[in-house]
């Protein structure tokens, strides 16, 4: 004979942990005067019977203008009980005017799974013969109710993942001192002084003496004009500058009469004409041996042009160029926080679509997985298009949380406020289908972080099934 137990966990805090059988009870349980036993064959509990019925989630907020039928179930659950169970039974369910949603688990062959309903109407007592329940030690309970979720669930799985620091410092100083910074929750601590062309060990030494970091938490590597800072999960927080003691790089334009040359750090480029291409002034700042081939990019613009440098003097710094400005002022240290990727094991053993959820610690930028898993034509696009989808966040400064499931808030901040036009309508639009990867074999997928040391990422992942057990590949 099957066993297994069902748990009520009523929403007014109470729970109960009834026995259930595949049979009807044996005396022995009626020798408890407070006992609360389901009855063999309750309707739409042990099968996969439902009615369909259409949901829309266009009129919640933040929510998509999406109308589709899903399944609705009404299970009836025909209990017995005693005078003295019956009172703690009833406010399980509440009131008409203050009905409570009931979280029903079946920990049977499959494990725990579970399904939230609420009363449909009034819960009928009677007893075996059909008198009046009060005249009688026992009786049964008969519970119609509506699924509250349509889908049996699983015990959630929750993973995440924290950042590490990565930070690279551009020092673009000619003379004078910097100070480098570690901000930890609403504590800054500072460095001592720098020289601009402090040594890889002296700017080591100098982070690993501020609080927040110590003695064998900081990696630093470069060298002075640019450099790579690298800090544990362990020791939160964001790598800051102050360059007010630095003096610019000399970076000047000088104007001819048909031409224009350019000073970068003491070496000057040739002639430039005034109509030259975005491409004829790259090759004339790479001739400069403090830049190189490769070593800036050069973008036309409504007002003159933007150099952006990956080497020489200026690595790491855009500048601009507008026209008739005879000089333009170097930008001198900058902080740039690198992007890290983590990696989560995500599977899907059951018979419905598994739509992931995460939560994003504030950064300045995240990128989460959106994977198409070979559904792209429910969007119209080409098979293999969005196989590798990645959704980039703003700059976010407080919790974020991601539902990708179509009837819910899709991007919520910490404070309840809805962050849906934060992304200019993106939206994941793919779930993980059904019986994709599992736990022995997951699909990796990642997320990727720029931002302070300690930001976390957390997913997860709520799998829902058709019956209270079996069902698995």
């Known amino acids: 004979m099957a066993v297994a137990t069902i748990t009520l966990e009523s929403s007014n805090g109470d729970s109960v942990v009834a026995p259930m059988v ?6 022995d349980i009626y020798l408890r005067d407070d006992f609360i036993v389901l009855d063999v064959d309750p309707k739409g509990m042990y099968d996969t019977g439902f009615s369909m019925r259409t949901q829309s989630g266009a009129f919640q907020p933040g ?24 009172p703690r039974f009833q406010k399980l369910w ?11 688990t079946w920990n049977g062959p499959s494990g725990p799974r579970f399904l939230y309903l609420k009363l449909a109407k009034e819960i009928l007592y009677t007893t075996e013969d059909g008198h009046d329940a009060d005249i009688d030690e026992v009786y049964h309970a008969v519970v119609s109710a509506h699924a509250y979720n349509p889908m049996y669930e699983s015990a959630e799985d929750v993973s995440e993942w924290v950042n590490s620091g990565n930070f690279t410092v551009y020092n673009a100083g000619s003379s004078g001192t910097y100070k480098l910074g570690y901000v930890h929750g609403e504590t800054v601590d500072t460095t001592v002084s720098l020289p601009v062309d402090a040594s890889i060990a ?8 501020l609080p927040s970091l110590g003695p064998g938490n900081v990696t630093v590597s470069g060298t002075s004009k640019q450099f790579t800072v690298l800090t544990p999960k362990t020791c939160p927080g964001m790598l800051t500058v102050d360059g007010g003691g630095l003096a610019p790089l000399a970076f000047s334009i000088t104007l001819g009469t048909l031409s224009y040359t350019i ?39 409504f007002f003159g042009y933007v150099l952006s440098f990956t ?21 001198v240290i900058r902080v740039v926080a690198n992007p890290n990727t983590g990696w989560f094991d995500v599977w899907n053993p059951t018979d419905q679509d598994l739509w992931p959820e995460w939560e994003l610690d504030p950064a300045i930028q995240w990128q989460f997985p959106d994977f198409a898993f070979g559904q792209e034509r429910k969007w119209n696009r080409p098979v293999g298009a969005d196989a590798a989808r990645m959704i980039v966040t703003p700059q976010l400064t407080q919790l974020l949380s991601v539902m990708s499931d179509p009837f819910m808030d899709t991007y919520l901040s910490a404070d309840l406020s809805n962050a849906a036009g934060l992304f200019n309508g993106v939206e994941p639009l793919y779930p993980v289908p059904q019986y994709t990867g599992t736990e022995d074999d997951p699909v990796v997928m990642p997320v990727v972080c720029q931002g302070p040391s300690g930001s976390k990422a957390t997913l997860r992942q709520r799998r829902f099934w058709s019956a209270e057990s079996g069902l698995t590949a």
Do not use: H, M
Not at 65 to 84: Q, S
Not at 271 to 294: V, W, Y
């Open 22 to 27: 595949v049979s009807a009870p044996t005396d």
């Open 63 to 86: 929510g998509r203008p999406v109308g589709e039928e899903v399944p609705i179930r009404t299970p009836i659950l025909p209990f017995w009980l005693t005078p003295k169970s019956r």
């Open 94 to 104: 509440g009131t008409p005017y203050n009905l409570r949603k009931v979280k029903c």
């Open 202 to 209: 002296t700017v080591q030494s100098a982070l690993e003496a």
């Open 263 to 301: 000073t970068i750090g003491g070496q000057t480029t040739a002639p430039i004409s005034f109509i030259s291409s975005a491409t004829s002034i790259r090759q004339a700042i790479e001739q400069l041996s403090n830049i190189g081939t490769g070593g800036v990019s050069v973008t036309g613009t």
């Open 311 to 331: 080497s020489g003097p200026l690595a790491g710094f855009l500048t601009a160029l507008f026209t008739g400005k005879t000089t333009a002022v170097a930008p």
